[in-house]
C-alpha cells in the first residue's frame, strides 16, 4: 500500500509560543513540519530540505521575513512562499514582501491561515519579475543631540552609513540616496516596538487557540495546542491555604 507524501512545511516565526502553536496545528491538519527561530535559521533548513511551502513572519531579529523570501523566491523559486505579520490590516500580500500569499496576524484566525496555504499550494509561486524586498534595519539609538538614527547599508556598493529618523517607524518602505553612488535604497524600519506589543500578541493569540482550524482535529488535539500559563506571583499569594494544624497539646 502507498502512502501519499507529505507536503512538507517550514514555518519561521520568532515567538516560540506562536510557533508552536502553528506548528501543530499544522502538523494536526496533515503538514510535515519543520520550525526555524528566524531567517538564517530558515535557509539553513533549506540545506537539510526543501520544502513545498515556507509560512514566514516579516519581523524577526537577525534576518527579517522581508530579506528571508526574497532570497527563498531568488534561490528557490519552486517553493510557495507566505507571509505573516500583525503590521498590515489587508489580507493582501504587502508592497515590498516577495511571497504568493499573505496572512494578516492578529486579524485573522486559524482557520482562515489553512485556508491561505491550502489555496497558495494550489495555485503554486507566482512571478515577480526579479523583484527585491527592501532591507530590514533595527533602529540604532539616538545620537548625541538625541535623534534617533538607523544604518544602512548600500545593497549595490555595500557600504554603510547612519542619517536620522524623525518619525514613528511603521511598516511602510522608505527610500533613500545612497551618500557614495547613485543606488537608491528601500528599507523598512524595525516597527516592533510599536505593532508587536505583549497586549496585541496575547489577544491574537487568545483569538487563534479559541478558533477551529479544522473540523477534523480533535478536542484533545486543540488541547494540547494550549500554552502553559503560569499564575503569577500576586495571585499565589492571595490563594487560600490550610490552617495550621492544631498541636497535641492545644
Known sequence: ???KKKTRVLVAEDDPSV?????????????????????????????????????????????SGFELLSVVRRRFPNVVAVATSGAYSSGSVP?????????????EDAGKLLEIIAEALRCGPIGHDKKTAPVWIPRNGK????????????????????????????????????????????????FSRSV???????????????????????????????????APDDVNKHVAKPPPAKSARG
Request: glycine fraction near 4%.
Open 1 to 3: 500500500m502507498t502512502h
Open 19 to 63: 510557533l508552536q502553536t502553528v506548528s501543530m496545528m499544522l502538523k494536526a491538519s496533515g503538514y510535515d513540519v519543520t520550525t526555524a527561530a528566524d531567517g538564517f535559521e530558515a535557509l539553513l533548513q533549506f540545506e537539510d530540505q526543501v520544502p513545498d511551502l515556507i509560512l514566514s513572519d516579516l519581523n524577526m531579529p537577525a534576518m
Open 95 to 107: 508592497p515590498g514582501v516577495i511571497a504568493d500569499a499573505f496572512y494578516a496576524k492578529g486579524r
Open 143 to 190: 545620537d548625541h543631540n538625541g535623534v534617533p538614527f538607523v544604518v544602512l547599508t548600500c545593497t549595490e556598493c555595500l557600504r554603510s552609513f547612519p542619517f536620522s529618523v524623525k518619525h514613528e517607524p511603521s511598516a511602510e518602505i522608505l527610500k533613500t540616496p545612497c551618500i557614495y553612488c547613485p543606488h537608491e535604497v528601500s528599507y523598512v524600519i524595525d
Open 196 to 230: 508587536a506589543s505583549p497586549e496585541k500578541r496575547a489577544a491574537w493569540k487568545a483569538q487563534f487557540l479559541s478558533s477551529q482550524p479544522s473540523p477534523g482535529m480533535s478536542v484533545q488535539t486543540r488541547a494540547e495546542m494550549s500554552f502553559d500559563v503560569k
